[in-house]
């Protein structure tokens, strides 16, 4: 037993570094920091961690005090926080005033669950608003990294005067997809994903009618086991145009978007000059020789 101990030792060290997570953290030493404040002395303290590998941290406020000495790792009050290594580091947070609903939380959650804060620290990434407890960090194992790959079959296609919808090919053992939307629904939710479950495979931009002359771009990744981020897959862009005319519907007369290119797949380029769709139909995509393909809304 000795020797197998021994001999996994030796292997977690020589693991090369830039398979290694490296989480760079400095906390306050109380409760009542503001948020972006690591007050005290505690300074920078750092996690690395192996692929597969997680930490969870203690986040009792008797040792808020207390650095990181190697062998226990101390969460409370965590003010900034920064990826130092060469992957991404999916960390679990708790408010910091009690609760979820902690007055900031910092731009790195992209989800709340109960009352935990989820997200995600990508390589380089810092956050620097932060106000909450850091109760877990998971670095990726190298073979989760490797088998999530991007979503395929990506589609974009207005269905409705407000409505675009993205499909996709679900991802084998994917946990979730994560869905960017530029520009974002509402101004709040500019950088940050919209949360796809794992059966899903459908996700719906919509498009406020005083939105025109505007491209919709959105990307997806998947997540797979140990919370490993797929590459980033790129939908077609989407143009929403006003057509001419008074307020009221889509179509000619109606002031409404329509979608000029790129609805199915190909290349965002008008359609042909002249081609519009009767009053009270919108644009859903092009023919194979140009035509638009109209619809009216459902």
């Not at 979730?176 to 939710?189: C, I, K, M, N, S």
Request: with cysteine; net charge positive.
């Amino acid at each position: 037993m000795k020797r197998i101990a021994i001999m996994a030792f030796l292997a977690a060290v020589a693991a090369p570094a830039g398979a290694q997570c490296v989480l760079e953290y400095q906390r306050a030493d109380n409760s009542f920091a503001a948020p972006g404040r690591p007050d005290g002395n505690l300074g920078v303290e750092k996690l690395t961690l192996q692929p597969g590998e997680k930490k969870v941290f203690i986040t009792d406020w008797k040792y808020e005090k207390q650095r990181n000495d190697g062998r226990n790792y101390y969460g409370s009050h965590v003010r900034r926080l920064r990826n130092a290594g060469q992957h991404p580091v999916h960390v679990v947070m708790r408010g910091g005033m009690g609760g979820a609903a902690s007055p900031v939380v910092g731009g790195i959650i992209k989800s709340v669950v109960g009352d935990r804060l989820v997200g995600e620290v990508k390589p380089g990434e810092s956050d620097n608003n932060l106000r909450a407890d850091l109760v877990e960090a998971t670095c990726a194992s190298a073979e989760a990294r490797a088998a999530t790959p991007a979503p395929a079959n990506l589609h974009a296609q207005q269905t409705a005067p407000d409505a675009i919808v993205l499909t996709w090919d679900r991802v084998p053992n994917a946990r979730e997809y994560r869905v960017y939307v530029d520009p974002p629904p509402a101004a709040h939710l500019a950088g940050k994903p919209a949360i796809v479950g794992a059966s899903g495979n459908r996700f719906v931009i919509p498009v406020p009618r005083t939105m025109t002359n505007v491209t919709f771009n959105a990307s997806i990744e998947a997540v797979g086991p140990d919370n490993a981020v797929s590459p980033r897959a790129r939908f077609n862009p989407v143009f929403v145009a006003a057509v001419p005319g008074g307020a009221g519907g889509p179509g000619p007369g109606g002031g409404g978007p329509v979608i000029t290119g790129g609805a199915t797949g190909s290349p965002t380029t008008p359609g042909p000059a002249g081609q519009q769709c009767p009053a009270g139909q919108f644009v859903t995509g092009f023919t194979a020789s140009g035509t638009l393909i109209c619809a009216s809304p459902r």
